[in-house]
Structure formats: C-alpha cells, structure tokens
C-alpha cells in the first residue's frame, strides 16, 4: 500500500517564477512546506522567497534552466541529499500555437526540450532518494490539451501527452514503494502563458481556482486532477471518437 505524505514537510516546484508554479510554492510555504523554487529568473525567485519570508514560511531559490536535463538531474539530486525531498511538482512549461504551415523544428524543440526533456529529467533527478526513503509525492503539471490532439497546438499537446504517459506508466511501476504520483491536467488558467491570447478559452479559470483545486487534489491524493470538470469530460469522451470523426468536431469547435 502506497503511503503518501499528506503535508509535504519539503516540495520542489519548478517554473515557480509566475503563474500556476509560483502559486502553487506560495500555497505550499503557506501550511508549513519547506520549498524549493525552481525557473531561470533568478530576481523573481528571490522576490517570490522574500514574500514567503515576510509571511513566515521557509523558501529556497535554484536558479535552473530545466531545458539543460544533465545540469537539472545533477543539481536536483544534490539538493535533494541536502534537504531530502518529500514532493516534486514538474510545473515548467511553455505553450503557443504553431499553425503546420509554420511548423519548424526551431519553433517545435524548445516546446518539447522544455515540456518534455524538462520535466521528465526533473521527476527523475528527485526518483532515486524518495524510492530509497520509501517515501514521496511526483507530480507533473500536464494539461488537457494531452488528452486528444488539439488543432495548431501539436508540439504542446504532443509534449503534454508524453509527459501524462510518463507519469501513468511510473503510478504503476512505484505501486508499494511508498511514492506516489499525481498528474495534474489544467485547462485554461489565467496566466502570462494565456495572457493575450485572442482564440475561445472555455472555462478560463482564475489562478487561486485553479491552485484550491490542484492542492485539493494533491492533499487527497488524487492520481489525475484534471479540470474545470465539464471540459476535462468532454475531452475525455472524444477519445471513443475515430480519428476522422474527431478531426471534424476539433475544426468545428476549436477555431484558432
Ligand atoms: N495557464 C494555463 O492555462 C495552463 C493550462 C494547462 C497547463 N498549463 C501548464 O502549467 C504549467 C505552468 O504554466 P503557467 O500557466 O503557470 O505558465 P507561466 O505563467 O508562463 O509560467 C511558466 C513558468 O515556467 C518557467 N519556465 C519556462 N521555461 C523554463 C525553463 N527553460 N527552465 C526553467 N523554468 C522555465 C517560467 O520561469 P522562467 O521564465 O523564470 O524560467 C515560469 O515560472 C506549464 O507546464 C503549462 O503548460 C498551463
């Protein structure tokens, strides 16, 4: 029986620099987590640990770019001899629509480097030491858009997909070690990631929603915390439609 430790007494949070990340790491910090802050802007990490500070809680900054995977599996795995890690949340990432006609290898690799290679190197850096511990919380930040393939959004519904298998596949293989895995789904978020974006966003969320809905999640040991609910349904049932019927319902309902 998987045994989960419902207060992370430590947690590392990358991307928490802005948006979901930063939320999440001030949430955390606010009942007790000691907590590592994880992006490449190093000044907002620092202003982000100060404002945990004034409010009492602990906070530390890694100034990391995660899409260098040997530097984040390298600094990780030190840190986490320092401060044994009770939870990992592989929230970095970044998002965008790429129409095909303009679908260049420079525009797709640093969509996957960063949502892939990112946040898989970042679960496996922190692996080892909660396995022999017998003891953590791995938690990726994923998203609906992984759930069926979303119009103009390849290389981000590709990345969000790989990354949701990934932590499917680890929930089965770390039955009974005592770590346990939750992916997070989101749908849309209000953010610098969906700041000014001009397309339909059905159910854009508030950021404190969305963070109440993911601690909730995670507090009860949830394996997936997909969300708002009735978008999380919808795109779960279109994964019974056939490939042309799907297309056909994608362009119809998802004009970009
Ligand atoms: N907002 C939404 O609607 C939504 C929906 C579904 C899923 N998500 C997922 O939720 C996660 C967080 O998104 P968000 O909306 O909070 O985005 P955001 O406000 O744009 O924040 C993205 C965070 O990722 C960090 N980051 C980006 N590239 C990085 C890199 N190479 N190395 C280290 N950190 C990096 C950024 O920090 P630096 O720039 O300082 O490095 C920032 O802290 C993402 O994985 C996103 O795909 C968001």
């Known amino acids: 029986m998987t045994q989960r430790p419902k207060h992370p007494r430590s947690a590392l949070i990358t991307g928490a620099s802005a948006g979901i990340g930063r939320a999440l790491a001030e949430r955390l910090a606010s009942r007790g987590t000691d907590v590592v802050l994880v992006a490449r802007r190093a000044e907002l990490l620092d202003e982000v640990r100060a404002g945990i500070e004034r409010s009492g809680g602990r906070a530390r900054v890694l100034a990391l770019d995660v899409s260098r995977p040997d530097e984040v599996v390298e600094a990780i795995a030190a840190l986490d001899r320092e401060l044994p890690l009770d939870m990992v949340v592989a929230n970095a990432g970044i998002g965008g629509s790429i129409a095909a006609s303009d679908m260049t290898w420079a525009k797709v690799a640093p969509v996957l480097q960063i949502n892939v ?140």
């Open 117 to 256: 290679m990112g946040a898989i190197s970042t679960l496996c850096a922190a692996l080892p030491g909660m396995i022999a511990r017998g003891r953590g919380h791995v938690v990726g930040v994923s998203s609906l858009a992984g759930i069926r393939g979303l119009p103009k959004t390849a290389p981000y519904s590709a990345s969000k997909a790989a990354l949701s298998t990934f932590l499917e596949s680890l929930a089965i293989d770390l039955e009974e070690t005592g770590v346990f895995v939750t992916d997070v789904r989101p749908g849309y978020v209000k953010t610098d990631l969906t700041a000014g974006r001009t397309y339909k966003m059905p159910g854009l969320m508030e950021l404190a929603d969305a963070i109440d809905i993911i601690t909730r999640g995670l507090d009860d040991g949830a394996r997936v915390v997909a969300f708002p609910k009735r978008l999380a349904a919808a795109l779960g049932a279109t994964r019974a439609l056939p490939i042309a019927a799907y297309a056909k319902l994608a362009r119809r309902v998802i004009s970009r």
